[in-house]
């Protein structure tokens, strides 16, 4: 089926320093999605995104936190700063439609090590 | 997004067939019924969805209450690759929010 890549897979960086998670969605969709997931918690949505603009964001979507997708590439999260509480597995995910109940489908995730 | 109501865990054997119930009692009219699941260290997966009839598909049968209030997903002849977190979500498709809310979920264990 469709699928969803991120890249890096595994990052750890030293607290305070800047880092950006990619994901590639798949094509011709047009909604993407960033959730958060610490080890034995469950999934938090952080941030939707549509028609280049932030849709929703949670209370977890914090000032340090920003997306873009410049020019049609890929969907990238940037936290600049990171904290140690921004330590968990990050999850990308890109659905072609809402209205039509069309499904999102998830990437394998970026785990972030904050040190 | 409506609330649901799912067992934090269920135990099953390979080859039996598994019933995961899940409670949604004050569901809307425009709410479907979509279950996810999640192998640990990946992300979640789609299995199945609905909105009033039953559904079938290769990986489960949905089955919906007549009144919406509950719903129960069906896995015949587990196998080991079936161990997984499961989660039952509402989604509006109308409105103007766009996500998807996960709970806990029913972390469904398969004993060879």
């Known amino acids: 089926g469709p699928k969803v890549l991120q890249i890096p897979s595994h990052q750890i960086i030293d607290m305070g320093q800047m880092v950006t998670l990619n994901c590639d969605p798949v094509?011709?969709?047009?909604?993407f999605y960033w959730y958060k997931q610490i080890l034995g918690q469950q999934m938090e949505f952080l941030v939707n995104?549509?028609?280049?603009?932030?849709?929703?964001k949670s209370k977890l979507f914090k000032d340090q936190f920003s997306v873009e997708r410049p020019d049609g590439s890929y969907f990238t999260l940037k936290i600049q700063p990171t904290a140690l509480e921004d330590s968990a597995v990050y999850f990308c995910a890109s659905s072609r439609d809402w209205e039509n109940t069309g499904q999102l489908y998830f990437g394998e995730g970026s785990k972030l090590t904050v040190l | 997004d409506a609330k649901t109501t799912q067992p934090d865990s269920m135990e099953s054997t390979e080859g039996e067939t598994v019933h995961l119930p899940c409670s949604h009692a004050t569901i809307s009219g425009n709410e479907y019924i979509y279950w996810y699941r999640q192998v640990p260290l990946q992300g979640p997966e789609y299995v199945t969805h609905?909105?009033?009839q039953n559904t079938t598909n290769s990986m489960a049968f949905l089955a919906i209450a007549s009144d919406r209030k509950s719903s129960t997903l069906i896995l015949t002849h587990v196998s080991l690759r079936d161990a997984a977190v499961y989660h039952c979500i509402l989604r509006g498709i109308t409105g103007n929010t766009r996500k998807l809310i996960f709970g806990l979920g029913t972390t469904l264990q398969v004993q060879p």
């Open positions: 995104f549509y028609n280049g603009k932030v849709m929703e």
């Open positions: 609905g909105l009033q």
């Open positions: 094509s011709n969709h047009l909604y």
